[in-house]
C-alpha cells in the first residue's frame, strides 16, 4: 500500500492557507472547484487504502508548490534578468518561422518541446516568444531549480517546478496530471525539454514521456482541446557549461544547484561565447496525430512513445549546422595541428554534402568562407578549447590536452545528419568485401549491403533516433544515390568498391568510432567477468579506468571515447541484448559481442586509410588493397 502524505517541507499550517480563492493561480483555483478531478481524487484515496480529505489536502499542497501565473510586472523584470543571463550571445531566430508560429499561437494551445543544452534554454525561449507577442508560456523546471526567493519569483513568471521523482506520490502524480489538462483546457502555452535534462554529449538524449504522457492524456477523449506540439531547437557557437559537463562525463561530481551555483554561472555569462540560434521545427497536432496512431492498431502508451520519437526527429531536422561543430570536427577527424588551408580542405566536402542534404546551416553562414573558419578557430581557441600555435611559418590549430569531450560536444550537435551517410559507407565496405565465390542471398549483393545496414542501425540505436525499417531505407537509398550518382540495384562487389573509392567525404569512421570505442571498452569488461552477473556501477568504474589506460596506449583512438555517458548507453545495449541478466552461454554471448564490435572497427580502420589516402580517383582494386592491409 502507497502512502498518502503531506509533502515535504510543507507545515501543517501552510496546508490550512491553500484554499481556492485570488491567493491561487487561475488554473489551481479552477481544478480545486473541478467535480471530475475531486471524483479521481477519491479514487485514488480508494486505491490506497486512505482518506479522501488527506488526499485533498494533499493535492492542495502539491498545487501551491507547482502552480504558477504571470505578473505582468514581475514576468517584465524576470524578462529582463534572462536578457542579462543571455547577454554571452546575440539569439538569432527565423522570423518568418516565428511569423507561422504566431498565427497558431492565435487558436491553439501550443505544446513547446524544446531541446535542451543549457540552463540558459528555459530563459531564451520563453523571452523570444514574449518579446513578439505570443500568449504566456508556462515552462517547467526540476524542482532541484526551485531555489528560495528566485523560485517564488520564478513561479510568478510562468515557472512550474515539478520533482522528478514521484514514484510513491501518486496524488502528486494525479494533481500534476490534472494541472496540465486545466492549463491546456484555457489555452495557456506550455513548454518543457523533452530530453527531460541536459545533453552531456552535445546530442539529443533520449525522450522522457513524463509531460508529453499528460499532454497527450489533456487532448484525448470527446470534447477534449487539442493542442498543437512545437519542436523548438536553440543550439548556441560555444557554451560555457560544457566544461563542467564533460568532467562529469569523466566521473567528476555534480555540483549541486545552489544559489552559490547561480552566482558563478551568472558570473560566467561575462564573457562574450557568439550566438545562440533559435529555430522551429514542424508542429503538429496532437490530437491528429493520437487519431492516426490509434488508427494503425498502437495502444495509448505505444503511441506515446511514437509521438516522442517524432518530436525527437523534428527537432534533429530543425538543428542548424553550426561553423563552431563543422570545425569541430574536422580537428577531432584530424587528431593533430591543422593550419587554416587544412581545415578548409576538411571542411570543403562536409559543407558540399551539408549543402546536398538541404541540411539548414546556422545564421546563414558559409562554411566554406575562409574568414568565417578562421573566426570559429580563433574563437574556439579564445575559450580554450583549441590551442593557437603562431611559432612556425603559418598559425596552426589543435585541440586543447583535456578539451577532446568539450570540442566532441559541439561536433555531436550536428552529428545526426552525418549517421545515414556513415551507415552507406559501411553497407558499401561489405559489399566490396565479398569473395568472387561467395554464396550470396536471392537478392544479391544488395541485399548483403542492406542486411549490414540494418546491423549497424541495431547496434547503434540507442545513440540515435532511426526512422521506421521502411523509412530507414528510403533515407539510405536517398543517402547512397547521393554518394553513387545513381539507383544501386545490381550492385557487384567491384562496383562497391569503386564507388566507396570515389566517396568524398569519408564519414564512418568520424561519426562512428568514438561510440564504438566505448563500445569496445565495455565489451571487454564484460568478457572479462566471464558468466558472471555484474553490478552496473562497479562496471562503469572500471571501464573509465581501462578507457583512460587503452587511451593513453592508443588502443582507443580518441579521448572522447573515454565517457560515462558513452558507457552508459554501451551498457544499455548490452542490457537490451541479454548480456547482464542471467542465461545460456552468457560468456559466449559476451565474447560474440566484443567479436562484433571488433570487426565494427576493422571495417572503420578501411574507411579512415581511404579517407588519408586522399586520392579523389580511388579504383576498387585500392579499396581491396587497403581491405588486405588492416586485415
Known amino acids: 500500500m502507497t502512502a498518502i502524505r503531506r509533502p515535504r517541507g510543507v507545515a501543517a499550517s501552510a496546508v490550512e492557507r491553500v484554499r481556492p480563492g485570488s491567493s491561487l493561480p487561475r488554473e489551481a483555483v479552477e481544478l480545486l472547484q473541478n467535480d471530475a478531478f475531486e471524483q479521481e481524487l477519491a479514487e485514488v484515496a480508494r486505491e490506497h487504502g486512505t482518506d479522501v480529505r488527506a488526499a485533498r489536502t494533499e493535492a492542495r499542497s502539491y498545487l501551491a508548490e507547482m502552480a504558477a501565473w504571470h505578473g505582468d510586472r514581475m514576468t517584465e523584470q524576470w524578462a529582463k534578468l534572462g536578457a542579462w543571463f543571455m547577454r554571452a550571445y546575440d539569439i538569432v531566430v527565423d522570423e518568418e518561422q516565428i511569423q ?51 523560485g517564488a519569483v520564478a513561479s510568478r513568471t510562468g ?62 477523449g470527446p ?14 557557437d560555444q557554451l560555457h557549461e560544457v566544461t563542467g559537463m564533460t568532467a562529469e562525463a ?22 562574450r561565447m557568439g550566438r545562440a540560434y533559435l529555430t522551429v521545427g ?112 603559418e598559425p596552426v590549430w589543435s585541440i586543447r590536452e583535456g578539451q577532446h569531450l568539450v570540442a566532441a560536444f559541439y561536433r555531436n550537435t550536428v552529428i545526426h ?38 546491423r549497424i542501425r541495431d547496434l547503434m540505436k540507442f545513440e540515435f533516433f532511426f526512422p521506421g525499417r521502411v523509412q530507414f531505407e528510403q533515407d539510405l537509398r536517398t543517402e547512397l544515390r547521393i554518394l553513387a550518382g545513381e539507383d544501386l540495384v545490381d550492385l557487384t562487389s567491384e562496383r562497391a568498391g569503386e564507388l566507396l573509392g570515389q566517396a568524398r567525404p569519408h564519414l564512418a569512421h568520424l561519426v562512428l568510432r568514438p561510440f564504438l570505442d566505448a563500445y569496445l571498452v565495455v565489451a571487454d569488461r564484460l568478457v572479462e567477468q566471464g558468466d558472471a552477473q555484474v553490478d552496473d556501477d562497479a562496471l562503469l568504474a572500471d571501464a573509465l579506468a581501462v578507457g583512460q589506460q587503452w587511451q593513453l596506449q592508443r588502443k582507443v583512438e580518441s579521448a572522447e571515447s573515454v565517457s560515462l ?36 572497427l576493422r571495417r572503420l580502420d578501411v574507411i579512415s586509410a581511404l579517407a588519408a589516402s586522399g586520392h579523389p580517383d580511388l579504383r576498387a582494386a585500392t579499396v581491396n588493397d587497403v581491405v588486405d592491409a588492416v586485415k
Open 250 to 271: 569523466r566521473g567528476a561530481r555534480k555540483r549541486p544547484e545552489d544559489l552559490r551555483f547561480v552566482v558563478r554561472f551568472a558570473r560566467l555569462q561575462r564573457t
Open 565 to 600: 555517458e558513452l558507457y552508459r548507453t554501451a551498457l544499455a545495449l548490452a542490457r537490451h541484448r541479454g548480456l547482464l541478466a542471467e542465461g545460456p552461454e552468457l560468456a559466449t554471448r559476451r565474447e560474440a559481442f566484443l567479436a562484433e564490435i571488433q570487426d565494427s
Open 282 to 393: 514542424e508542429p503538429f497536432s496532437l490530437r491528429q496525430r493520437l487519431e492516426e496512431l490509434h488508427d494503425d492498431g498502437l495502444s495509448s502508451h505505444q503511441a506515446i512513445e511514437r509521438i516522442a520519437l517524432d518530436i525527437s526527429h523534428r527537432l534533429n531536422r530543425a538543428t542548424p549546422v553550426t561553423v563552431t561543430a563543422i570545425v569541430s570536427l574536422a580537428l577531432l577527424g584530424a587528431d593533430r595541428a591543422l593550419t587554416l588551408d587544412g581545415v578548409l580542405e576538411t571542411v570543403e566536402p562536409l559543407a558540399v554534402y551539408v549543402g546536398d542534404r538541404d541540411w539548414p546551416v546556422a545564421g546563414g553562414a558559409n562554411l566554406q568562407d575562409r574568414a568565417t573558419v578562421r573566426r570559429a578557430l580563433q574563437e574556439l581557441s579564445t575559450t580554450g578549447v583549441l590551442r593557437q600555435y603562431e611559432g612556425g611559418t
Open 100 to 150: 507561422r508560429l504566431r498565427k497558431l499561437d492565435s487558436q491553439h494551445s501550443l505544446g513547446i518541446a524544446f531541446s535542451h543544452r543549457s540552463y540558459l534554454d528555459g530563459m531564451a525561449i520563453p523571452n523570444v516568444l514574449r518579446a513578439r507577442r505570443f500568449s504566456p508560456t508556462f515552462t517547467f523546471g526540476g524542482a532541484n531549480l526551485n531555489l528560495p526567493v528566485l
Open 417 to 454: 545528419i552525418l549517421v545515414d551517410r556513415a551507415i552507406g559507407e559501411l553497407a558499401l565496405l561489405t559489399i566490396a568485401e565479398l569473395r568472387p565465390d561467395a554464396a550470396l542471398p536471392a537478392g544479391g549483393a544488395v541485399e548483403v549491403g542492406w542486411d549490414e545496414a540494418k
Open 159 to 220: 515557472v512550474i517546478f515539478i520533482r522528478r521523482s514521484t514514484t510513491d506520490l501518486p496524488v502528486y502524480r494525479l494533481t500534476l496530471r490534472c494541472y496540465i489538462r486545466q492549463l491546456v483546457a484555457n489555452r495557456r502555452n506550455v513548454a518543457w525539454s523533452i530530453e527531460g535534462g541536459r545533453t552531456r554529449t552535445g546530442k539529443l538524449r533520449p525522450p522522457v514521456h513524463g509531460i508529453l504522457k499528460y499532454l497527450v492524456d489533456a487532448v484525448e
Open 223 to 236: 470534447g477534449s482541446p487539442d493542442a498543437q506540439v512545437v519542436p523548438i531547437s536553440i543550439v548556441y
